[in-house]
């Protein structure tokens, strides 16, 4: 977990420096709101990092459905059950739940382009 998180914090100063952003296909197969079970180590040791970051702050789970019926029910229920499914995973990891909020988006087009992915 550990080597697999310091690649993605070097990647993230090149591509979005000021948040954590991860692909859901870390923690989701597609179209499942259930965490992997090798993922579920991998939310927890996120969960921890948060908290030795910013132990006072609010923590802010937002998980982004690419979609382009904004209406869809079930995105915005896929996307609610991931970002419930994390933030649970925060907590079993020492976050104080009144510190976890979540947040569920639908989105058009992805959040963040990785000139690197293959196109």
Same mark, same amino acid.
Do not use: C
């Given at each position: 977990?550990?080597?697999?998180?310091?690649?993605?914090?070097?990647?993230?100063?090149?591509?979005?420096?000021?948040?954590? +952003?991860?692909?859901?296909?870390?923690? @989701? !197969?597609?179209?499942?709101?259930?965490?992997?079970?090798?993922?579920?180590?991998?939310?927890? !040791?996120?969960?921890? &990092?948060?908290?030795?970051?910013?132990?006072?702050?609010?923590? #802010? *789970?937002?998980?982004?459905?690419?979609?382009?019926? $904004?209406?869809?029910?079930?995105?915005?229920? &896929?996307? $609610? $059950?991931?970002?419930?499914? +994390?933030? #649970?995973? @925060?907590?079993?990891?020492?976050?104080?739940?009144?510190?976890?909020?979540?947040?569920? &988006? &639908?989105?058009?087009?992805?959040?963040? *382009?990785?000139?690197?992915?293959?196109?």
């Amino acid at each position: 977990v550990q080597e697999v998180l310091a690649e993605h914090y070097i990647r993230r100063l090149e591509l979005h420096p000021n948040r954590d +952003i991860f692909p859901a296909d870390w923690f @989701f !197969e597609t179209d499942h709101s259930e965490l992997l079970p090798q993922s579920v180590v991998l939310a927890q !040791e996120v969960g921890r &990092l948060a908290q030795r970051r910013a132990p006072w702050s609010r923590i #802010l *789970i937002t998980a982004y459905v690419s979609t382009p019926d $904004k209406n869809s029910t079930y995105a915005q229920y &896929l996307s $609610k $059950k991931r970002a419930q499914q +994390i933030a #649970l995973e @925060f907590v079993h990891a020492g976050v104080e739940p009144r510190r976890v909020m979540i947040e569920s &988006l &639908l989105v058009d087009s992805p959040i963040l *382009i990785d000139p690197d992915d293959d196109p």
